[in-house]
């Protein structure tokens, strides 16, 4: 049985973000100027993503540090592991693209992690924004390197 795509739209300070549910679980969180064609049908009281909506405010206020929505995702078994492992690092830190790769059990496999990270579909709530150049630089972030740097140092101020 197919779940009914519904999405919505909400306003951040990095700008709109898309927020796409199917059924009970979130599947997209993406910055508008992705160029994304928009599927599903618009809705503004899908119980979902006005749950989304809610904790990503708090999160931008500063008062959420933690996401509890359920989420779904689908790719490679290394995408999923990336993904799952990118929803263990805490708030305010950071780790390397090697140390991500030594956590889903794949020293070798920075590159794949990297990439995954790429395709993360769900922004800032699964934290790829948190992973960082092994020499301490910021490199590749889908919504730009400036929203990657805004996130950063907003997780730092609210630690």
């Not at 049985?1 to 549910?21: F, R, T, V, W």
């Not at 993503?49 to 904790?55: F, N, R, T, V």
């Not at 799952?84 to 690092?89: A, E, M, R, S």
Request: charged letters at 25%.
């Amino acid at each position: 049985m197919n779940q009914k795509a519904e999405y919505d739209i909400m306003s951040s300070p990095l700008g709109h973000l898309l927020i796409c549910a199917e059924g009970s679980h979130i599947t997209l969180v993406e910055f508008m100027d992705s160029k994304r064609k928009l599927v599903g049908e618009k809705s503004s009281e899908n119980r979902h993503i006005l749950l989304c909506k809610k904790q990503l405010s708090e999160y931008f206020e500063g008062k959420r540090k933690e996401f509890n929505l359920p989420l779904k995702f689908s790719g490679t078994e290394l995408q999923e592991k990336s993904w799952k492992y990118l929803q263990t690092i805490p708030y305010g830190k950071t780790v390397s693209y090697q140390e991500e790769a030594d956590g889903v059990g794949n020293s070798k496999a920075v590159r794949a992690v990297a990439n995954a990270n790429g395709r993360n579909f769900i922004s800032i709530i699964i934290p790829c924004h948190r992973v960082i150049g092994k020499n301490g630089t910021l490199t590749g972030y889908g919504g730009g390197l400036w929203r990657k740097e805004w996130l950063l140092k907003h997780e730092k101020s609210n630690s």
